[in-house]
């Protein structure tokens, strides 16, 4: 399993991604051709794109920067991020989603299965981002800006799929984790979610020394729960059955 060692500064955290990983990256787009082409996915990227360069200049840069290190269009460096929202009806009846466990109560501690396509673990690696005030480690795949991982200020995120409709142009729940991994504090971390359009349904599940967070979100609609043990599978839930979280 690869480890990817990324400075954190803005641009340059996508440039050296893209390079050290541009291989895998290379490989794991030329596999996914076929499936590309049961969806418009360039309209999909060429929206978001539109999307982020008014909401997310910072994570614009980062996407840029992957682009030109890995040598692909920036089209391209955007479906890597929006690869389940893109290829949703395709991945339907081939992927298991993950299941993530999750406790506090004296010893603190989250544990989560990668549960998808068997041919996508030759593109998993641990990926080491320095900031100047902290580190970030997550589990991801090359291109993937962020996915589960933990902060070196002593927070760490779990994500999880939950359905539902209304899916929409916003920020990926991936890259929603990249932005809370990037902040200095769990309280900031906590911010970016109440901040960010999401663009899809996910369980995301911070957990500090002291306290564990869990947010279903859907793209209209967050509902927070706080339980001393969290245990999810893939689930469905029907939008009438979460309430707006303020």
């Not at 291989?23 to 982020?52: G, P, V």
């Not at 800006?145 to 929409?168: C, D, F, P, Q």
């Not at 369980?203 to 947010?215: G, P």
């Not at 339980?227 to 303020?246: E, F, G, H």
Request: net charge positive; glycine share 6%.
């Amino acid at each position: 399993m690869p480890i990817w060692y990324i400075p954190g500064e803005v641009y340059y955290f996508g440039k050296v991604f893209g390079e050290i990983a541009a291989e895998l990256i290379h490989q794991s787009l030329d596999e996914d051709i076929i499936a590309r082409k049961t969806t418009n996915w360039y309209k999909y990227a060429s929206e978001t794109y539109d999307f982020l360069k008014i909401h997310e200049m910072r994570l614009v840069k980062d996407l840029e920067g992957l682009a030109e290190g890995a040598k692909i269009e920036i089209f391209e460096a955007i479906y890597i991020q929006y690869r389940r929202e893109i290829l949703k009806e395709y991945l339907k009846k081939k992927t298991l989603d993950c299941s993530l466990f999750s406790y506090h109560g004296g010893k603190t501690f989250l544990a989560q299965t990668i549960d998808l396509e068997y041919r996508y673990e030759k593109f998993g690696g641990v990926l080491k981002v320095d900031y100047k005030n902290h580190s970030v480690y997550q589990y991801t795949f090359a291109g993937l800006l962020g996915y589960t991982g933990l902060n070196s200020n002593g927070y760490a995120i779990g994500i999880n799929m939950v359905h539902s409709n209304h899916w929409r142009i916003g920020v990926s729940p991936y890259l929603i984790i990249k932005k809370m991994l990037d902040t200095e504090t769990y309280v900031e971390a906590l911010k970016v979610i109440q901040q960010t359009r999401a663009s899809s349904s996910r369980i995301i599940t911070l957990c500090t020394r002291a306290e564990t967070f869990n947010f279903e979100i859907i793209p209209f609609e967050i509902v927070l729960n706080k339980k001393r043990i969290i245990l999810y599978k893939q689930i469905t839930l029907p939008i009438k059955s979460l309430k707006i979280w303020k």
